[in-house]
């Protein structure tokens, strides 16, 4: 086979068969097709897509290039997977959650790129929190604990690292075949019986539009259910962040509240919905009222709290040591009226610059920046209101951010509609 012929067959907009993705893709992992030839077939595959065909042969070949997690007990072993936004930590409190529901969460996370956080970089701003667990620490922690957090190993889905960071390089992430193998072929890897997809919407989301938002989601869907996956999908709000606190040390205290039975109403109401969502997949409720009422059980019992807190020692954090937090500066409304819009990708920016997100792979992290919002979108401000909290020790940081807020944020005479925070997603396969 000649790689330059597999990519001009893309070029001119036909299917590739199972053998040439395999020859591509397994060749590229391997070492043995360059980047500038696999660069070339991620732009094809980018700008004329791929069939649903193809889209399942690209997961399968992704995942054969490394090795599946084992199956340690009798529970159902779910998992959520969200795309990413501002303020999005439902993770750190649906695993435990789920695993005092007699499920087992086998949870691979990333780290922030960009103006996404990452699951990662927030469990770590816990000192002493390990994020690579080996492959026998993650199994044997899931017996005993029912839930693990942790990076992929080298051995799961290595094809995807080596795709995953030349697309970033070279402006093919924005594909939803190629997201949707990325995603699917690591969550199939984690042998699941039920996941539910957390697809975010709006000014803060990769995806802003609400047509981009569902064809991902119905691609991400028919993927798992073909593997066999119970697959569901929301379809969730991200023009304001998730909660009020956006960083990485503030936002692990604030999944703290959620687990100690308080916390923001919008980050408790969407932890509770994902979590029902997978409870009544794996056939544990039998619908979504009575997965809420066992959920809120275990949160005002202080049972998800606890099995958070064995889930961190486990994982070598100290929940008792001080977690960083910088000194705070308020950002005041400029005048009176109601707030219609946040710039996600101006409010992300913002704390980058504060030191709290990556501008490239690989950069240290600032867990004790970020930002706290104090007003919601619809809300009726007063001017010189403090609307923000904005924490950091660097004077110049500190600036740079407050003026990227500033452009953010806008202030209307009249109010316009506060968006749901989730949606019924209905999947039509495409
Ligand atoms: N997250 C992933 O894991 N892969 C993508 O391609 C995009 C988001």
């Not at 597999?6 to 060749?27: C, P, Q, S, W």
């Not at 992704?62 to 779910?78: E, F, H, N, Q, Y």
């Not at 977690?323 to 101006?346: E, F």
């Not at 500190?398 to 209905?426: G, R």
């Amino acid at each position: 086979m000649i790689p330059a012929v597999v990519i001009a067959k893309k070029r001119d907009r036909e299917a590739l068969t199972r053998e040439e993705i395999d020859f591509m893709v397994t060749g590229y992992a391997r070492g043995e097709i360059p980047d500038y030839q696999m660069s070339a077939l991620a732009m094809a595959i980018y700008i004329q897509g791929m069939d649903a065909r193809e889209i399942s042969d690209l997961t399968d070949i992704m995942i054969a290039s490394g090795t599946c997690l084992k199956r340690v007990s009798d529970r159902p072993r779910v998992d959520k997977h969200s795309t990413g936004g501002l303020g999005d930590k439902t993770s750190l409190i649906l695993a435990p959650l789920l695993a005092c529901c007699d499920l087992d969460v086998p949870m691979i996370s990333g780290r922030g790129l960009g103006i996404t956080g990452g699951t990662l970089d927030k469990l770590e701003a816990i000192p002493g929190f390990r994020c690579n667990l080996t492959d026998e620490e993650s199994e044997s922690q899931l017996q005993e604990i029912g839930c693990f957090i942790t990076g992929a190993t080298d051995l799961l889905v290595p094809a995807d690292k080596k795709l995953y960071a030349l697309r970033d390089v070279t402006g093919t992430v924005p594909s939803i075949a190629l997201i949707t193998a990325s995603i699917m072929s690591k969550k199939i890897a984690e042998t699941l019986d039920a996941l539910v997809l957390d697809v975010k919407c709006g000014s803060g989301a990769f995806l802003p539009t609400r047509d981009r938002a569902e064809a991902l989601a119905d691609s991400l869907i028919s993927n798992g259910k073909r593997a066999g996956i119970a697959t569901t999908a929301l379809i969730t709000d991200m023009n304001q962040p998730l909660g009020e606190m956006v960083g990485n040390a503030c936002e692990v205290d604030e999944s703290i509240q959620v687990l100690e039975n308080s916390g923001p109403e919008d980050v408790r109401e969407l932890t509770l919905e994902l979590c029902a969502r997978l409870l009544v997949a794996t056939g544990k409720s039998n619908d979504t009222a009575s997965a809420r009422s066992t959920l809120l059980g275990h949160l005002s019992s202080g049972r998800a709290m606890e099995r958070f807190e064995r889930m961190v020692a486990r994982q070598g954090g100290d929940m008792s040591a001080p977690r960083p937090i910088a000194k705070t500066v308020a950002w005041r409304a400029p005048k009176s009226g109601y707030l219609v819009s946040i710039d996600g990708q101006k409010l992300g920016q913002a704390i980058v610059v504060l030191g709290g997100g990556r501008a490239f792979a690989g950069q240290a992290i600032d867990f004790s920046v970020g930002l706290r919002m104090l007003a919601r979108l619809g809300d009726s401000v007063t001017a010189g209101e403090e609307l923000l909290h904005v924490y950091g020790d660097r004077q110049d940081h500190v600036t740079s951010a407050v003026e990227l807020i500033t452009q953010a944020i806008q202030i209307a005479d009249e109010p316009n509609a506060a968006p749901l925070l989730w949606t019924e997603f209905v999947h039509r396969p495409r």
